[in-house]
């Protein structure tokens, strides 16, 4: 398996548990990113990200940029 595509594992491993933590005990992830409070697997999926990330939802909504993407995750992220 290519390094790459080791990486690509490990970032959706991340999201994945990541997830699960979140099911475990629901915090914001905003609020998170804001204190510098992230756990692990978040800040390296967040660090995945490109600076100038573009994110279209399943809604339609469009959020630019690796704050704003976090902020779309979030329940308050209707625009």
């Known amino acids: 398996m290519s390094q790459a595509n080791v990486e690509i594992v490990r970032y959706f491993d991340a999201i994945i548990r990541r997830v699960d933590t979140h099911r475990e005990n629901p915090c914001s992830f905003v609020g998170a990113l804001g204190a510098d ?7 390296r ?3 995945q990200l490109h600076p100038e990330v573009r994110w279209r939802n399943v809604l339609g909504l469009v959020f ?10 979030g329940p308050s992220s209707a625009r």
């Open 64 to 73: 630019e940029g690796k704050l704003d993407c976090a902020a779309g995750l």
């Open 45 to 47: 999926g967040l660090d």
């Open 37 to 43: 409070d992230l756990d692990t697997d978040a800040r």
